[in-house]
C-alpha cells in the first residue's frame, strides 16, 4: 500500500486513483480482530493506531495537496478500518448489490473507529447521523449511504470501476469536490434544516452533544465505555480540529482495546464465529444431509415465527400443519406480516414478496408430508399431544425424517418414547420472537444420531441463528438457569422489595429487561407452570414462593391479557400496576432490599445454575453456556456471559458470596462444586 502511495505521488502522470478491492464480494471488511489480541499494551494500541492515521491522512491530503483525487469504489462490505480508509478518500462511489454494506462497528466489539472514523464522518453526513452510526455501530445499505451522503453515487457492480474513474478524472480536472450531496437533494430533506440550526452554532452543538450523552448512558446504564469514549472523540474533534480529534481517538481506543468489556464482548465475537464453522457433534466429519422441505406443527405464535424464518431467511419451501384452516391462516399471516413491512421498507419489492409467499403452504391433515426432511413442532406444551403429532409425522412421512420439537421444558427423551425412530429426534428450542432471537438451543438426547444434530445445526444457520448444541435434562440449559433466577424475583418481592426497582436493579447490572418485565411478557402462567417442572425435577432448591399463585387465581397472565406486574395500554406497557401488591399481600418498600443485594441474589443464582448445566453435562463446554445466556437471556454482554463473569470476579469470591447468601437464605445459594473446584486451583473457564 505504501509503495503505491509513494509511486501515486512521484509519478507526474498519474491524474487521480481509485480504490477497489480485489476480493469477488468484499471490498474491506476492517481490522483482524485476532490482531487486537496481539496489542497486549496501551503502547501497543497507540503505536497502531498512529500508524494507520499516518497512512490514511496521508491518502486524504494526496488531493489536497497534491491535486490527486482519489475515489473509493465499494462493493460488498465496507466496515470499520474499511469504511475509514474509504472515507479518507475525496469521495465514495457504491454497487448497488445487497452485499453492499457501509458501517463502523468497533463500539459492537468494545472500541471505537480509530483511523479517523470518528472525525471523518460527522464532517461528511452531519453529526446527527453520524452519532447515530457511530454509538450504535449500525450498518447502512446503499441507497441510505447516498441519501445520508457518505457515497455520492450508487451504480450497478459491473459499471462500479468506470464510474469510479469517471468521477475521479472528473474531480482531477475540476481541482475540487464535486459534491457530498446535492444542494437540492440536501433542501428536500426534512432533517437538513434542523442539523443545520443545531451544528453550525455553538450553543446547538452543546445541545446535540447534551442530548447525546443523556440518551446514550440510559441505553449503556454506564457499563460500556466505548460509545461514551467515541462521543469523546467526535466531541473533541468538532470543537478543537481534526488533530486534537485523532489524538483523542488513538488515546481513548488504546485504553478500551486492554479493557475488559472489550476482551468480554470480542470473546462473544469470536465464539459465534467459532460456532459457525461446528456442526454441532464431537466427530468433525459428520455431514448434514440435504434440507429441501421443511414441515411446521402448529402455526402459533412460535410455529408462525419459525415458518416465517424458514422461508424468509433459510429460503426453504415450507408446510404448515395445523388442526383447522383458521390455524393455518393464522400461522401463515406471521410471514406475510413480516413481507409487508420488507416492502414497505423496499428490502424487496411486491412480486418479490409474492412469490417468497408461495412458499409456505398449508394442511391440516399432514398432506405433502410425504418429502419434508425435518419437521419442527410447536404444538401446546403438553407431552401426550406431542407424542402423539410425533406419531402422525411418521405415518406421513419418510423413515428418516427428523422430528424437533421446540418444547421449552418437556424432556426430549420422553417425547423419543413415543417413536418408531428416536435417533431422528431431537429438540430445537426457539426464543420469542423467533425473527429476532439470536439463540437456537438445539437439545440432544442420548440416542439422537450425530447426522440428525449435523442437520438440524445446519437449518438454524441458515435460518441465521447461533446455534448451541446441549445435553437432554429438564429446562435443558436456558429455561433451566432461568428457573432459580425467576423465583429469586419472586422472593424479593415477597420481601417487599418494589416491581420497578427489582426490575432498575438488574437492568443497571447489565440486562436489557428486568426480571418482572420478562415474567409479564413470557406469560404468569407459563412462568408458574415451568416453576413446576422444575421443582419436580430439582427439588426443594427450584421452590418458587406460593406468593405467584395468587396472581392466576386473580387471572394476571402478564402482557397476553393485558393484566400483570405492569399497566398495558394497546400493547403499551406503562408504569406499575400498584394493585398487584394488594394481591401479593405486600408492602412495597423500596429500601426492603438493596440494590446490589437484589442484583447478587438474582445474577449468582443464574451464574451457580449454568456451573451445574457444565458440572451436569448438560453444557459441552463454558462458551456455549456464556452464548446461551447472553443470545437467549439478556445475561450482561459484556461481563463475556455467567463464566466469563466468574472468571473475572474470581470463583473464590463468588463461591464466598453464594455461601453467605446460603447462610441467610438456605440451602438454594448452596454453591455448585464445580464452582468450589476453581475457587480452590484458581482455574479459569474460559481462559
Ligand atoms: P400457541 O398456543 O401460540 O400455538 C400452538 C398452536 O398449536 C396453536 O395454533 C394450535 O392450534 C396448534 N395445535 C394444537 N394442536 C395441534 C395439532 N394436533 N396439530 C397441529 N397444530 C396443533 O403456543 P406457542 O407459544 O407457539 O408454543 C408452542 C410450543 O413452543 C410450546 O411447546 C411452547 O412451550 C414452546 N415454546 C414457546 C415459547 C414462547 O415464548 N411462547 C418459547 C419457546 C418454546
Request: net charge positive.
Amino acid at each position: 500500500f505504501f509503495a503505491i502511495l509513494d509511486r501515486i505521488e512521484s509519478d507526474d502522470k498519474i491524474k487521480a486513483a481509485v480504490l477497489i478491492s480485489g476480493k469477488k464480494d468484499t471490498f474491506v471488511a476492517g481490522a483482524d480482530i485476532k490482531w487486537f489480541q496481539t496489542l497486549k499494551t496501551k503502547e501497543d494500541g497507540l503505536k497502531a493506531i498512529q500508524e494507520g492515521q499516518a497512512m490514511f491522512n496521508r491518502m486524504e491530503g494526496m488531493f489536497e495537496k497534491r491535486g490527486v483525487p482519489t475515489v473509493a469504489a465499494i462493493h460488498g462490505p465496507a466496515l470499520g478500518g474499511g469504511l475509514e480508509i474509504a472515507l479518507a478518500c475525496t469521495e465514495r462511489v457504491c454497487s448497488n448489490s445487497p452485499k453492499t454494506q457501509l458501517g463502523l462497528p468497533e463500539v459492537q466489539i468494545g472500541v471505537l473507529p480509530a483511523a479517523g472514523g470518528t472525525q471523518r464522518l460527522p464532517r461528511l453526513i452531519g453529526l446527527v447521523s453520524a452519532l447515530d452510526m457511530i454509538l450504535t455501530g449500525k450498518k447502512v445499505r446503499p441507497r441510505k449511504a447516498k441519501k445520508l451522503g457518505i457515497v455520492s453515487e450508487v451504480v450497478p457492480e459491473p459499471a462500479l470501476f468506470a464510474a469510479a474513474k469517471k468521477r475521479a478524472l472528473k474531480l482531477a480536472k475540476a481541482g475540487k469536490k464535486t459534491d457530498k450531496k446535492s444542494l437540492s437533494a440536501s433542501l428536500r430533506d426534512p432533517n437538513f434544516y434542523q442539523s443545520l440550526a443545531l451544528e453550525k452554532n455553538p450553543l446547538g452543538l452543546n445541545a446535540v452533544f447534551a442530548k447525546a450523552e443523556k440518551e446514550l448512558l440510559k441505553k449503556t446504564r454506564g457499563n460500556y465505555p466505548a460509545p461514551e469514549k467515541a462521543l469523546d472523540c467526535i466531541k473533541v474533534g468538532l470543537k478543537k480540529g481534526i488533530t486534537k480529534g485523532l489524538e483523542a481517538e488513538a488515546e481513548h481506543f488504546s485504553d478500551l482495546l486492554i479493557s475488559k468489556e472489550a476482551r468480554a464482548l470480542q470473546s462473544i465475537f469470536f465464539a459465534t464465529i467459532d460456532l459457525k464453522k461446528e456442526n454441532g457433534v464431537d466427530d468433525p466429519s459428520v455431514k448434514a444431509r440435504p434440507i429441501n422441505k421443511v414441515g411446521v406443527l402448529g402455526g402459533g405464535l412460535m410455529g408462525g415465527g419459525i415458518a416465517a424464518v424458514n422461508v424468509r431467511t433459510a429460503k426453504l419451501p415450507t408446510r404448515i400443519n395445523e388442526v383447522d384452516y383458521a390455524g393455518v391462516g393464522r400461522g401463515k399471516q406471521y410471514l406475510q406480516k413480516m413481507l409487508s413491512k420488507d416492502v414497505k421498507r423496499r428490502i424487496r419489492s411486491k412480486a418479490q414478496a409474492d412469490h417468497m409467499m408461495q412458499h409456505l403452504s398449508g394442511t391440516t391433515n399432514y398432506s405433502g408430508f410425504a418429502n419434508v426432511d425435518v419437521v419442527i413442532e410447536a404444538v401446546f406444551e403438553d407431552i401426550g399431544l406431542k407424542q402423539k403429532v410425533l406419531q402422525a409425522v411418521e405415518e406421513a412421512g419418510r423413515d428418516d425424517v427428523i422430528f424437533a420439537t421446540n418444547t421449552s421444558s418437556l424432556p426430549i427423551t420422553e417425547i423419543a418414547k413415543g417413536s418408531k425412530h428416536p435417533e431422528t429426534v431431537i429438540g430445537m428450542h426457539y426464543f420469542s420472537p423467533v425473527e429476532k432471537m439470536p439463540l437456537l438451543e438445539i437439545i440432544v438426547h442420548p440416542g439422537t444420531a450425530d447426522w440428525v444434530t449435523a442437520t438440524c445445526v445446519e437449518l438454524g444457520k441458515m435460518q441465521g441463528k447461533t446455534v448451541i448444541v446441549v445435553n437432554d435434562g429438564t429446562g435443558f440449559y436456558t429455561s433451566r438457569i432461568l428457573g432459580p433466577y425467576m423465583n429469586e424475583t419472586a422472593y424479593i418481592m415477597a420481601e417487599g422489595a418494589p416491581v420497578d426497582v427489582i426490575d432498575n436493579a438488574l437492568m443497571d447490572w447489565g440486562f436489557p429487561v428486568g426480571p418482572v418485565t420478562l415474567l409479564d411478557e413470557v406469560g404468569i402462567d407459563v412462568g408458574v407452570k415451568v416453576a413446576g417442572i422444575m421443582l419436580e425435577a430439582f427439588g426443594d432448591r427450584m421452590k418458587a414462593p406460593g406468593t405467584l399463585n395468587a396472581l392466576i387465581d386473580d387471572e394476571r397472565f402478564g402482557r397476553k391479557n393485558n393484566r400483570g406486574f405492569y399497566l398495558y395500554e394497546n400493547g403499551k406497557k406503562g408504569k406499575v400496576d400498584e394493585s398487584v401488591y394488594g394481591v401479593l399481600g405486600i408492602t412495597p418498600n423500596p429500601g426492603a432490599v438493596a440494590k446490589q443485594e437484589i442484583q447478587e441474589r438474582l445474577g449468582l443464582l443464574m451464574v451457580n445454575e449454568a456451573a451445574l448445566c457444565l458440572q451436569e453435562d448438560i453444557l459441552r463446554n463454558p462458551r456455549d453456556g456464556d452464548i446461551g445466556a447472553i443470545f437467549g437471556l439478556g445475561f450482561p454482554p459484556f461481563t463475556g456471559g455467567p463464566f466469563s463473569y466468574v472468571d473475572l470476579v474470581g470463583a473464590d469470591t463468588i463461591v464466598g458470596k453464594l455461601e453467605g447468601y446460603a447462610a441467610q437464605h438456605g440451602e438454594r445459594f448452596k454453591p455448585a462444586e464445580i464452582l468450589k473446584d476453581y475457587a480452590k486451583s484458581g482455574k479459569k473457564f474460559r481462559r
